[in-house]
Nanobody, 127 residues
Framework: QLQLVESGGGLVQPGGSLRLSCAAS????????MGWFRQAPGKEREGVAC????????NYADSVKGRFTISRDNAKNTVYLQLNSLKPEDTAVYYC????????????????????WGQGAQVTVSS
């Protein structure tokens, strides 16, 4: 059974860091683009970052560029999101997702192209 499981969320002070992990099981992540999305209370889900299946090209939302870094370890079937310089507005439930296909690019705006989703990890940035 295909499954994505996020971990690493928690409570952190403004300016702090977290690393989210997303472990995939039941499929080989190699042929999927992987994305991270987030949803804050009362807001729509938004794309944060993605990494392509070929060449591991990345794409980031403007709001997180220079602060967040997405990476993947295909040998471990895991994708990561390093969150640095966190702000209160980063508070949200963070979801990882898998978009099937071998491509040199990925999209964080085409939510519908992601077929598989994790259950989410809460990130709270507060003093």
């Amino acid at each position: 059974q295909l499954q994505l499981v996020e971990s690493g969320g928690g409570l952190v002070q403004p300016g702090g860091s977290l690393r989210l992990s997303c472990a995939a099981s039941g499929f080989t992540m190699t042929i999927y683009a992987m994305g991270w999305f987030r949803q804050a209370p009362g807001k729509e889900r938004e794309g944060v970052a993605c990494i392509s299946s070929l060449r591991s090209s990345t794409n980031y939302a403007d709001s997180v560029k220079g602060r967040f870094t997405i990476s993947r370890d295909n040998a471990k079937n895991t994708v990561y999101l390093q969150l640095n310089s966190l702000k209160p507005e980063d508070t949200a439930v963070y979801y990882c997702a898998a978009d099937p296909g071998l491509n040199y690019y990925c999209s964080i705006s085409d939510v519908g192209s992601y077929d598989y989703w994790g259950q989410g990890a809460q990130v709270t940035v507060s003093s």
